[in-house]
């Protein structure tokens, strides 16, 4: 049986849509930057005090600048590039490769019917998103 890469992409969605998993790529590079040219300046303009107030306004700024930035996973999966798609789907198959499933909905149900394949996914989902994509989770509730 051919297994379909928007199928799986499907199941991860509703699994993380039932567990109300939200995600935010981290902001490192851009927080780094802007405390670095906040330093920069500081010390520039006023020496070494200037150097520790334009780090300090840096810093905040940064934090300030990556707020409010979490999406929910199932947008965030639905707008990955094929290859990591391909990745994730590569991983969800080793699970459920024992499944006997045509389509996403009957996929969805067997996952859904049984714990111990939720705690795989959303384990395995977590994992990618925090080691593959550098994202923060966080869970609504």
């Not at 334009?54 to 590039?81: D, H, N, S, T």
């Not at 996914?121 to 550098?134: S, T, W």
Request: aromatic share 6%; charged share 15%.
């Amino acid at each position: 049986m051919p297994v379909k890469v928007q199928d799986v992409m499907k199941l991860l969605c509703s699994i993380s849509e039932k567990r109300k998993m939200k995600a935010a790529v981290k902001h490192t590079l851009m927080g780094v930057l802007v405390t670095g040219a906040a330093t920069f300046v500081g010390g520039l303009a006023f020496g070494p005090p200037g150097l520790a107030a334009g780090g300090a306004v840096g810093g905040l700024l940064g934090a300030w600048m990556a707020r409010g930035q979490f999406k929910p996973v199932p947008q965030i999966l639905m707008e990955l590039p094929p290859a990591e798609q391909q990745k994730l789907f590569n991983e969800v198959a080793a699970i459920v490769r024992n499944l006997d499933w045509m389509d996403a909905v009957k996929l969805t149900t067997l996952v859904m019917g049984s714990q111990a394949l939720q705690q795989q996914l959303v384990a395995m989902l977590v994992n990618f998103i925090i080691n593959g994509l550098g994202a923060e989770i966080r869970y609504d509730d």
